[in-house]
């Protein structure tokens, strides 16, 4: 088993930025650089849907409400993963997940939560004045 420890979240003013944090960890499983980790959020009212994927063996993939203010990036030695969210708006405000799964996952499939077996707690960031 595998476990997702998220962190960073926030109270944070309009126009601002957050720095999230998921670390993976596992006494006989772990997440390498060949495994896909993600970001899902979701706000209240709404459905959970996918924000970023740093995709096993490289590369990365955003929703287009984010694309050009957040940039997903991770540190494979440490098996975690990061979320810098710049430019904040209130409708940035939900509660973020990090999620991961054995492998890397075909475009199509990257944005869907059944593909991720690996769920944390989720954090909550609130844009706010």
């Known amino acids: 088993q595998v476990q997702l420890t998220e962190s960073g979240g926030g109270l944070v003013q309009p126009g601002g930025s957050l720095r999230l944090s998921c670390a993976a960890s596992g006494r006989t499983l772990s997440i390498s650089r060949s495994d896909d980790m993600v970001w899902f959020r979701q706000a209240p009212g709404k459905e959970r849907e996918f924000v970023a994927a740093s995709r096993g063996g490289g590369g990365t993939s955003y929703a287009e409400s984010v694309k050009g203010r957040f940039t997903i990036s991770r540190d494979n030695a440490k098996s975690t993963v990061f979320l810098q969210m710049n430019t904040l708006s209130p409708e940035d405000t939900a509660v973020y997940y990090c999620?991961?799964?054995?492998?890397?996952?075909?475009?199509?499939?990257?944005?869907?939560?059944?593909?991720?077996?690996?769920w944390g707690q989720g954090t909550q960031v609130t844009v706010s004045s």
């Open positions: 999620a991961a799964s054995r492998g890397r996952r075909i475009l199509s499939n990257l944005r869907r939560q059944s593909e991720y077996d690996f």
